[in-house]
């Protein structure tokens, strides 16, 4: 089958949410032993996911996160505080268990699967590491698209494959996560295409950069962009002109998770650009995700309300790799517990409120 072919397969696969089951859902969550709505995001957490899945008591024993890596072209600019070769680096610790996410996957219960979509390096051949690279690195965006689109759909089409792979073993909820240097900037573009928000508003600082910096990375942003012109009525048109290959990537997995009604637990900044496009390809797709956090970065908030996302957390996070997915994920999972778990009035034998 044709990426082409793939990719309309699985967008065409995408059914809506199964809404007609909100009001039953409901009606169990108030007849739990406590007032009605105490538990507030949690019940309407266990709501979404019941209506994601059609599964009127979820659980969610198979909890997976995908971090994907990728490098960018643009890092050549300046825009980052870390060199390039820190992405490969950061890769095999991935593997070795010793990053962030691998701490937070093991307190949360949650399988990381590690993904090369596009590292400028040949990796080792290690069991841990998916290879689904689509080149060595995108192209400096200042001077050309970031990728052709046909290297856009076959990263999103990468994306799916992965998660479909993974779904044979079991996955009840997904998470997404990045690695990249420079993938910020790639994100500001992306966000600043589509939503329309000047360039400033959405160019955080990422890796911790300067004043200067900033600037450049800004400066840096608005070439490209004006270079490339994305068309943000084609979200593959930004993915190939200012994306990024883990960018692509995570949008295929988000859209091959729609299409096997399993909830998607956004994490950071570069998985909201993600986000982004896959909402673009099939609005659709919006009902499935829930938002794990708000990112320092500042074009996250715009990124989350541009989707009408509401974030469970507010920790000032900035790392991505799927370290606030993680933690979402555990209060999704709590929400799942209360609907499935605790006690009604009448079988516990409390007494309801009095009208």
């Known amino acids: 089958m044709s990426v082409q072919s ?81 992405t490969p680096q950061m890769v095999y610790n991935f593997v070795a268990g010793g990053a962030g996410i691998n701490v937070l996957a093991r307190h949360v219960g949650v399988r990381v699967v590690v993904v090369d979509m596009g590292v400028a390096a040949d990796l080792e051949p290690h069991p841990e590491i998916v290879d689904k690279k689509v080149g060595y690195g995108t192209k400096n965006m200042v001077k050309e698209p970031a990728m052709s689109r046909e290297e856009a759909i076959k990263a999103l089409c990468a994306g799916i494959e992965v998660f479909e792979e993974e779904f044979q073993k079991g996955i009840d909820i997904v998470g997404t996560g990045d690695m990249g240097i420079a993938n910020t900037t790639s994100s500001s573009a992306i966000v600043a295409s589509i939503t329309g928000a000047e360039v400033e508003k959405v160019t955080g600082r990422g890796t911790g950069i300067t004043d200067k910096a900033w600037q450049n990375k800004v400066d840096a942003i608005k070439k490209a962009l004006a270079l490339n012109r994305p068309d943000p009525r084609d979200p593959v048109d930004v993915l190939a002109k200012v994306g990024g290959f883990e960018i692509g990537g995570l949008a295929g997995v988000i859209l091959a998770a729609a299409n096997h009604r399993v909830p998607v637990i956004i994490d950071g900044f570069i998985s909201g650009a993600a986000a982004l496009i ?17 990112s320092v970065e500042i074009g996250h908030k715009i990124t989350l309300e541009k989707m009408g996302l509401k974030p469970l957390l507010d920790l000032d996070l900035r790392l991505g790799e ?14 799942c517990k209360i609907l499935n778990e605790m006690a009604t009035f009448e079988s516990a034998g409390v007494s309801e409120a009095v009208e």
């Open 6 to 86: 793939k990719l309309k397969r699985t967008l065409s696969g995408i059914a809506p949410v199964r809404e007609d089951l909100s009001g039953e859902t409901q009606r169990r969550l108030d007849n739990l032993t406590k007032p009605q709505g105490s538990l507030g995001r949690l019940e309407e957490l266990a709501k979404k996911v019941v209506v994601i899945t059609g599964n009127e008591k979820p659980v969610l024993a198979n909890k997976v996160i995908f971090t994907m890596a990728g490098d960018h072209g643009i890092a050549k600019e300046g825009v980052s505080l870390f060199p390039q070769e820190v």
């Open 278 to 294: 896959a909402t673009g390809l099939e609005p659709k797709v919006n009902d499935y995700l829930i938002a794990a956090h708000c």
């Open 322 to 335: 799927g370290t606030g997915a993680a933690l979402g994920m555990s209060i999704v999972e709590a929400g």
